[in-house]
């Protein structure tokens, strides 16, 4: 469960005002909103912690304007905190000298951009293949391994086009193979398919979870989609006015949020979406079964079985029974009805 | 190998390469090429084939100003009207700033107000400028002025402001009122813009020479000069605003139910005001330039301090009165740019006159005040001659001690760079035969946007050729192009700098914007003291007048990058050279082109004033022509100006549109 931290943020700060660094300290390195407020300072990043594991899918999700993208651009080191620490690996990323700073992001870090930010000047594959190109890879290596990460996406034959000559979702494709090109271990995410529309953009996210359930990236996805975040995660932060108000699994969050404002958020969202049978599991007796499944499996995707059989199912997990389900459970979940 | 080169070859290089070669074979050897073929119209242009523009030109103007007639009133009487039409509130502004009110004439003048004394006018743009940005501003502005009183420049730079004061607002509203035509009718703005163009590349001293013939010599000719020069950058940048209002913006607006007056007012006007703004200061800058330059036919004021002292070789006094005129442009251009920045600030809800406009009525009271006192103590209203200090002879000095003691570097580098690099430039413009000329220019222009513009850039080759001016075009051009070359070595490097650091933004940004403000005559004096008349000093000048664009246009197409190409650029891994040669340099590509564009059009407006150090090119011709009041000469050579500089910005804007495209910022 536990895998290694690949990104840790402690206490990071990131205000927008006049001299922001003397602010903090003046307000002990922890002024409230008021303080904030007063002053005239945007505080668009407040003292966030987050600890960002090996291989797991992180989502940052707030609404407009809550800090994400900057929390994110902290994270990238793209833009400096105002305090606070970021290890990569254990490692200071804040006091990184630029030379390994630039030779961290060429091995190790990818970024999609909510705009794409594709450079117009360059084709598809030049787009693709230029984080190679940066590093002085030789144009037969780096082309090919470009046409390898524009067939991932599925846009062969589009190499010679230019940005422009591509659709919305395309463009994103090229941004999202331009980051995969080094192969990156730690894959930043900033609102990739909110330029999208919605068809699209569903077709982005199964495009997604293909990727991942290939590379196994650690990743940090931004979106203030909520759907879309617990399609994906494996954890959501929420973020509000800077700050994050509460890190958890999906599961957690719709069952327990922290606060009136995370409820409020996930009260439209269907429970068999996020609730996994484990939660609604009851000791298993021994008695007959109708078949095993996964205890991790959410209730909307075992609704169907598990409502067709007569009997209740066993649930595994790391290879051992844990508990049964039944229909009565799965069909509470899916009206809505009793406690969890 | 040979591959590679080959590749490089192909395409559009190809033909640039085997154009330039061609060029450069038949400017070497067209002499030896006329020699043996014995047919001189290779190099020179026959006389019998020479157009009588001139004559015709003289004779028509004569016409217009003795026999034109609009039925009811003759042409004479229109200038009349225009020219009284101007002059009232000229009188005005001079009655309040330098002359004081008074009633009856000549001996008979009674004065019963006195000017606004200087402490009030001082009080007054300090006032102003608080408004438009704050108290460092106001500072600022404020002690420019006071430089004005305390060094003696008081009563030239009050001259100079009321040409600005007056010429402004009539630049501002016509160019808004044209703009918006331009904008609201295609085919106006189609008809308008050559004329446009023609207005700005035309040479000043060129439209001197007709408005001396129609107005005289005078304020009024001055003015209506410096109305010409200043007003057609404001059409454009109207157009321009107007025109990117975004789409969404109008639709909002058009969603709403405004009409077509509503929308222009109240959606487009306000959301372009920025840019408009940006538009008011040029006109501001240009109008304070002209009028300057206007000095040479009658508008007076530091200008013609300037040019009496060039005029007396008066080293001390050119540079005394030109800092004069460096302090009040630095007054008037941040002092307009702040209000182009400015951020509307809360309405004021409290009540009563005083609390509403506390500023407004403090001014009532110092001008009232200030106006009383100086009634019986004459320092309160104008300063004391006394106490003015003057750094003529520091100046002088100063000058000669360079001389002293480094005219031997200065003359090395100036026969280094004779030598070496304007001397074979001019060879080969000079050389390059007429007819070959004018299919090069065709060729290239054919090139980049077919027929459409490869024919007019031949025949506006041809019109300068057929004027028998084609020698003195070249020597143009060669001038031109070598101020151009070397501003562009020196302007796009610091540019770039400034783009990329706040802190050499903040240097080179002031450096650049005092050396835009100079007036033209200016840069003469310092440059003619140091290197004597010729090529080079005109070189020296013009690369110094020419640089603002190129590291301006440099500076703002880098910082007007989307922020997330660089990230992406970061993200990539790029190292600072990488991000800016890979990604930087390449999306400016656009804006450096505009930049070199503007670079060949100060280049070559500058090239005409120093006529006044002894170039032989067209400048020189328009100058005899203002000089014997020639106004057939002078439009014909101002015109062969305007062509060169028409067909350069045609070609240079087309490269830029390629580039645009290639870079998917235009369909
Ligand atoms: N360069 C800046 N200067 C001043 N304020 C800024 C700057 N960048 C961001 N902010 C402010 O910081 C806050 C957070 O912005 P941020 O872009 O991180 O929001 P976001 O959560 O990504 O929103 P969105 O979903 O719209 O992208 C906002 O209030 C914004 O106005
Ligand atoms: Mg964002």
């Given at each position: 469960m536990d895998d290694p931290v690949m990104l840790d943020c402690r206490g990071v700060w990131k205000l927008y005002g006049p001299a922001p660094a003397q602010f903090l300290k003046a307000h002990g390195g922890a002024p409230d909103a008021g303080a904030l407020a007063r002053a005239g300072m945007i505080g668009a990043v407040r003292d966030v912690n987050a600890r960002i594991r090996a291989g797991e899918c992180f989502v940052i999700m707030g609404l407009s304007g809550s800090g994400k993208s900057t929390l994110l651009r902290c994270m990238a080191r793209l833009i400096e905190p105002t305090a606070g620490e970021i290890l990569f690996e254990g490692r200071d990323l804040l006091a990184m000298p630029e030379r390994e700073l630039i030779a961290l992001r060429r091995r190790k870090m990818g970024m999609v951009f909510q705009h794409f930010?594709?450079?117009?000047?360059?084709?598809v594959l030049q787009n693709v293949a230029f984080p190679l190109d940066v590093q002085g890879i030789e144009r037969s290596k780096r082309e090919a391994r470009a046409r390898e990460m524009i067939a991932l996406v599925g846009l062969e034959g589009r190499e010679d086009c230019f940005p422009r000559e591509l659709s919305g979702g395309q463009q994103q494709r090229v941004g999202i193979a331009r980051s995969l090109a080094v192969e990156p271990e730690l894959w930043f995410l900033d609102e990739?398919?909110?330029?999208?529309?919605p068809l699209i953009r569903r077709e982005m996210q199964d495009e997604f979870l293909r990727l991942q359930s290939m590379l196994k990236k650690t990743i940090v996805f931004i979106t203030h989609d909520f759907d879309e975040a617990i399609r994906l995660a494996d954890r959501i932060a929420v973020m509000k006015d800077g700050a994050i108000v509460q890190t958890a699994t999906p599961e957690e969050l719709v069952l327990n949020p922290a606060t009136d404002y995370v409820a409020e958020f996930t009260r439209h969202i269907p429970r068999a979406k996020v609730l996994r049978l484990r939660t609604i599991m009851e000791p298993d007796t021994g008695g007959a079964v109708a078949g095993e499944l996964p205890a991790d499996l959410t209730v909307a995707e075992a609704a169907a079985r598990i409502e067709a059989a007569a009997l209740p199912f066993r649930l595994i997990e790391a290879g051992r029974p844990v508990g049964i389900v039944g229909r009565q459970a799965v069909i509470d979940v899916l009206v809505g009805r009793g406690k969890p | 190998m040979s591959g590679r080169l080959g590749r490089w070859l192909r395409g559009p290089r190809l033909f640039w390469i085997a154009l330039f070669a061609l060029t450069w074979a038949l400017s070497t050897w067209s002499f030896p090429l006329y020699k043996a073929l014995g047919a001189r119209w290779i190099i020179r242009y026959p006389k019998a084939w020479e157009l009588p523009l001139e004559g015709w030109l003289s004779a028509a103007m004569k016409w217009l100003v003795e026999e034109a007639s609009f039925g009811l009133f003759t042409f004479r009487d229109l200038t009349r009207a225009i020219a009284a039409l101007i002059e009232a509130p000229y009188r005005l502004v001079r009655a309040a700033l330098i002359d004081g009110f008074s009633t009856g004439y000549g001996q008979q003048a009674e004065q019963w107000a006195p000017p606004l004394s200087w402490l009030a006018v001082i009080f007054i743009v300090v006032a102003i400028a608080r408004y438009a940005q704050g108290w460092r501003l106001a500072a600022l502005v404020g002690g420019c002025f006071l430089y004005l009183a305390v060094f003696g420049q008081w009563e030239s730079a009050m001259v100079t402001l009321a040409s600005v004061l007056i010429a402004v607002p009539i630049g501002v509203a016509g160019g808004l009122a044209l703009g918006i035509a331009a904008f609201r009718a295609p085919w106006f703005e189609r008809a308008l813009r050559p004329l446009l163009d023609l207005m700005q590349t035309v040479p000043v001293f060129a439209y001197l020479v007709p408005i001396l013939f129609l107005f005289g010599f005078g304020p009024v000719s001055a003015l209506v000069a410096t109305v010409i020069y200043a007003m057609p950058p404001m059409v454009r940048v109207t157009t321009v605003a107007l025109q990117s209002v975004p789409h969404e913006v109008t639709d909002a607006g058009r969603m709403m139910g405004c009409t077509r007056r509503q929308m222009l007012w109240k959606v487009l006007v306000p959301s372009a005001m920025p840019t408009l703004m940006v538009g008011v200061n040029q006109v501001i800058m240009l109008s304070l330039n002209m009028v300057i330059i206007a000095s040479m036919i009658g508008a007076g004021g530091l200008g013609f301090d300037v040019l009496a002292a060039l005029r007396r070789l008066d080293i001390g006094g050119g540079i005394e009165a030109g800092l004069a005129i460096v302090v009040m442009a630095i007054a008037l251009d941040r002092l307009s740019q702040a209000f182009a920045t400015r951020q509307a600030g809360a309405p004021l809800v409290a009540q009563g006159v005083l609390r509403r406009h506390p500023w407004l009525v403090t001014v009532i009271l110092v001008v009232l005040g200030t106006g009383l006192v100086g009634l019986f103590f004459p320092p309160v209203q104008s300063y004391p001659e006394s106490a003015t200090i003057t750094t003529s002879a520091f100046w002088a000095g100063a000058i000669e001690w360079i001389n002293v003691n480094f005219f031997d570097t200065l003359e090395r580098i100036k026969t280094f760079l004779l030598t070496w690099l304007m001397l074979p430039i001019k060879r080969f413009f000079t050389g390059i035969p007429w007819a070959w000329g004018i299919a090069a220019m065709g060729l290239a222009g054919w090139k980049l946007g077919g027929w459409r513009l490869g024919l007019p850039a031949a025949l506006l080759t041809g019109f300068i050729a057929a004027s028998g001016l084609w020698g003195k075009a070249m020597v143009t051009v060669y001038l031109c192009g070598t101020s151009v070359l070397i501003a562009s070595l020196i302007g796009i490097p610091l540019g770039i700098w400034a783009g990329q650091s706040e802190r050499a933004n903040a240097v080179i940004g002031a450096i650049i914007d005092t050396l835009q403000t100079l007036?033209?005559?200016?840069?003469?004096i310092p440059v003619v003291m140091l290197f004597r008349v010729g090529d080079f000093s005109a070189m020296i000048a013009v690369v110094l007048y020419a640089l603002a664009p190129a590291v301006r246009y440099a500076a703002h197409g880098l910082r007007s990058i989307d922020a997330q190409m660089i990230e992406a650029g970061k993200v990539a891994g790029c190292t600072r050279r990488q991000l800016l040669w890979r990604i930087k340099l390449p999306l400016a590509t656009p804006a450096l082109l505009l930049g070199l564009n503007q670079t060949i059009m100060l280049a070559l407006s500058m090239l005409v004033i120093t006529?006044?150090?002894?170039?032989?090119d067209l400048g020189q011709e328009v100058y005899i022509a203002l000089t014997k009041a020639n106004t057939g000469q002078g439009i014909i050579a101002g015109l062969s100006v305007a062509f060169i500089a028409i067909a350069a910005d045609r070609i240079i804007s087309a490269l830029a549109r390629h580039a645009r495209h290639r870079l998917g910022l235009e369909a």
């Open positions: 930010a594709l450079l117009p000047h360059l084709t990739p398919f909110s330029a999208l529309d | 007036p033209s005559f200016v840069y003469l006529a006044l150090v002894g170039t032989r």
